[in-house]
């Protein structure tokens, strides 16, 4: 058993300004920081359109590219050799593989095909949580819908959620942080 880890460093990076997977955050690239956090999971690889060489991971294109984060996760459930797959955007440097490890514990005990947590402002984290691969089929179905709504995959298909005090009590305040202007960083 395990999960997969995909990280997508697909993002255009307007606000940041450059490409943020390849920023340096406390002496690595925030892109190293996350792949790190992915360190449990059986396989790990970067969904991007663009070469990410240096990290030792496989990096895959978009194989429907258009539909922002939702192609990222269309890849990364169709690359992934593993029936959960554990999905992170390339700007979260305070995932830890204690949180992958929790989550995954969650998985395993769901009936649904998604554990996803909330921030701390109630909104879902979609793209730190965990996706089992009989998501495929939904996520293509809104992609060529032209419906590119992440959240709309656990309204449909259903979802442990996991609350916010939860996560922070053992992961502290700032495992969402993510950035999307520099300054954002601490």
Not at 5 to 20: I, N, P, Q, T, Y
Not at 41 to 53: C, I
Not at 64 to 85: E, F, I, N
Request: aromatic share 12%.
């Amino acid at each position: 058993m395990g999960y997969s880890g995909a990280v997508l460093a697909g993002g255009a990076s307007k606000r940041f300004g450059e490409d943020k997977a390849l920023f340096p955050y406390r002496g690595k690239p925030l892109l190293q920081w996350v792949l790190e956090s992915l360190q449990g999971a059986k396989e790990r690889f970067v969904v991007a359109n663009r070469p990410y060489e240096g990290f030792g991971v496989p990096v895959y294109p978009d194989l429907l590219p258009g539909a922002d984060s939702l192609s990222g996760l269309h890849s990364a459930l169709s690359h992934a050799r593993h029936p959960w797959v554990a999905v992170a955007a390339c700007d979260l440097p305070f995932l830890s593989r204690d949180y992958w490890d929790f989550l995954y514990e969650k998985a395993l005990a769901s009936p649904y095909p998604v554990v996803v947590a909330y921030s701390g402002e109630g909104h879902l984290e979609p793209l730190a949580a965990l996706y089992h691969k009989d998501c495929l089929p939904q996520v293509e179905g809104q992609i060529r819908a032209g419906d590119f709504l992440l959240r709309r995959i656990p309204e449909t298909l259903g979802a442990t959620y996991v609350p916010f005090a939860e996560v922070s009590a053992r992961f502290g305040e700032r495992v969402f942080l993510n950035a999307n202007r520099k300054e954002e960083l601490p």
